[in-house]
């Protein structure tokens, strides 16, 4: 069986069916392009174990003058 290069359209089509879209790609988690080449987005961990309570109504994220990174969310 001779091997075949499948080329994927760059990018998320949400409009349009699998089925009518072929070499598209209709939904999508954690993945990006780069180059037009599909990658997986790795690295995600949780930072909070618990669930929160209330909506989030902002987020600040700032890094020290040491390199250490800090994120703070709260309700307004």
């Known amino acids: 069986m ?4 499948i080329r ?3 990018g998320v089509n949400t ?6 879209l072929e070499w ?3 939904s999508y988690q ?3 392009f780069r180059d037009e080449v599909l ?3 790795g690295g995600w961990a949780k930072s909070v174990q618990t ?3 209330a909506v989030c109504r902002g987020l600040h994220s700032w890094t020290q ?3 250490y990174s800090i994120s703070a969310s709260g309700r307004i």
């Open 2 to 5: 001779p091997l075949v290069a």
């Open 8 to 10: 994927l359209k760059p």
């Open 15 to 20: 409009q349009a069916t699998p089925a009518l």
């Open 24 to 26: 598209g790609i209709s």
């Open 30 to 32: 954690l993945i990006r």
């Open 39 to 41: 990658q997986e987005i």
């Open 51 to 53: 669930a929160f309570t």
């Open 65 to 67: 003058l040491d390199g």
